[in-house]
């Protein structure tokens, strides 16, 4: 049993030491809502900033947070250009649920799947709703777990303050 743990302790340690050292969007295959695979390597091609926002459909503060994206993705969008995705972590036998739930919310963004959780383990995310800004050049400049409103206020600045890095 206690060398369980250490084997435990020793590779949450690598992991996390690994993503500190690589703050950089990883290359994982996802799927749309439709079954068209997608790269994420891809989410980068616009040369524009990129929200990406794991969630799951039994997550209500997930969807409390998607309903205000939502209101304010069109701003956001014209103003800084920034592409908001949302990559569902749902398990592969409740996905079929993931797309008339969305169009159910009007949701106006992409959605994506990670049904085997490649693509979440990857990120380190560990809880949803957690929140990715990725820079166009794919570094992860800031990034949150959680949700409460105002939060996404925080979520816009983030996206503001690399807007103006990114016109110097």
């Known amino acids: 049993m206690k060398n369980l743990l250490v084997i435990i302790f020793l590779f949450v340690s690598a992991t996390l030491l690994n993503a500190q ?5 990883p290359q994982v295959m996802l799927k749309t ?5 997608v790269n994420t390597a891809d989410l980068l091609k616009d040369s524009t900033p990129v929200i990406i926002d794991f969630w799951a459909t039994w997550c209500k503060p997930c969807i409390m ?3 205000t994206i939502n209101d304010l993705y069109p ?4 103003e800084t250009g920034v592409k908001f995705i949302a990559v569902s972590v ?5 996905m079929n649920r993931v797309a008339p739930f ?3 919310r009007g949701w ?11 693509f979440k383990h990857a990120m380190n995310v560990v809880n949803v709703p957690h929140s990715f800004l990725i820079a166009p050049d794919g570094h992860i400049v800031w990034q949150h777990s959680g949700f409460a409103p105002g939060d996404e206020d925080q979520m816009y600045e983030a ?3 690399l807007e103006k890095q990114l016109k110097k």
Do not use: F, V
């Open 33 to 37: 809502i439709d079954g068209k695979t």
């Open 21 to 25: 050292q690589n703050n950089t969007l």
């Open 102 to 104: 969305a169009a159910a």
């Open 90 to 94: 749902d398990e592969p036998r409740t």
């Open 75 to 78: 701003d956001w969008q014209e």
């Open 108 to 118: 106006n963004y992409e959605i994506l799947l990670d049904p085997d959780g490649q």
């Open 65 to 67: 947070e998607l309903n």
């Open 159 to 161: 996206l503001e303050k």
